[in-house]
């Protein structure tokens, strides 16, 4: 069946560095690929999403690239922020959405 | 818009008993889900709904679990008996198309 998987955390990096969290899929259909945030005793929000090969999704200084050839949707960001520090969840989307497990995510500074 | 509603947002109770959460998603969306988070297993989707009917049931864990949604704009997700391990955060999340919004969860404590 469908899957996702992410790189596993956590992840300490020191403010203004740059960030990459990989995350892989695999996926039988053209599924849509979205990354999802969840900031400490709260539910998850959408960060942003990409529906076809080649798209790229960008939000709040995030951004990730739908690439079909490696089935990956790696999230990167330039400049993190200690506000950046919450759990970010790879998910893909057919009939119903899949999430991968989670990568925590620590910016010290 | 209040986005999706969860209700209540803390539960505790004592092995055993019953154990009902309910979910309002958001006005127009036509497929619901609820998920449930551990730190163990993540986020693992229980069941989902389209246009009000049940579609995938597989990730219910056992028989004592189960869901309903009598309308468009009510769920819940029923724990009878509860036990220990059911200790998680319930999450419920509501959908048109690929637009997925969750509610805040219930956190569910069984002792």
């Known amino acids: 069946g469908d899957s996702v998987t992410q790189m596993e955390g956590p992840v300490t990096l020191s403010e203004e560095a740059f960030l990459t969290i990989n995350c892989t899929y695999t996926a039988t259909g053209y599924p849509s690929l979205f990354w999802y945030v969840q900031y400490p005793g709260e539910g998850l929000q959408l960060l942003l999403k990409a529906t076809k090969a080649d798209d790229k999704g960008s939000n709040k200084g995030f951004e990730a690239t739908y690439r079909k050839e490696t089935t990956s949707f790696h999230l990167e960001k330039g400049s993190v922020q200690v506000s950046d520090s919450a759990v970010y969840f790879c998910a893909l989307s057919d009939d119903k959405i899949i999430f991968g497990k989670g990568t925590r995510l620590h910016i010290l500074p | 818009d209040a986005g999706v509603i969860q209700s209540p947002r803390h539960e505790v109770t004592e092995m055993g008993q019953e154990v009902t959460l309910r979910c309002k998603p958001i006005s127009g969306h036509n497929s619901l889900f609820w998920y449930r988070q551990t730190m163990m297993r993540g986020l693992e989707l229980l069941i989902y709904?389209?246009?009000?009917?049940?579609?995938?049931d597989s990730g219910m864990p056992e028989d004592r679990f189960s869901a309903k949604m009598p309308n468009a704009s009510f769920s819940t997700l029923k724990i009878q008996p509860s036990e220990p391990r059911d200790s998680a955060v319930y999450f419920c999340?509501?959908?048109?198309?690929?637009?997925?919004?969750f509610g805040s969860g219930t956190r569910l404590t069984v002792v």
């Open positions: 709904f389209n246009n009000n009917v049940p579609i995938d």
């Open positions: 999340a509501s959908s048109l198309r690929d637009g997925y919004t």
